[in-house]
């Protein structure tokens, strides 16, 4: 169990319906691709991704990004 010294009050988003967040967020998304500032990866680029990714999964002590 928490004690009040511990516990952080939810603010703000977080402090927000579940449902309310992922509507507000929905919106964020469809205007970055009305503005053309939105990244869509083509096929080509996420398989470079991938296999970037997975060639840095072997090496041991390496930080993630």
Do not use: C, V
Not at 47 to 64: F, M, Q, W
Request: aromatic share 4%.
């Amino acid at each position: 169990m928490k004690t009040a010294a511990t516990k952080k009050s939810l603010r703000g988003f977080a402090a927000m319906d579940p449902q309310r967040q992922r509507e507000i967020a929905s919106l964020g998304g469809r205007a970055a691709h009305q503005s053309g500032h939105a990244h869509e990866f083509t096929s080509e680029e996420a398989r470079a991704a991938g296999k970037k990714r997975h060639a840095r999964s072997g090496e041991s002590d390496a930080p993630r990004a």
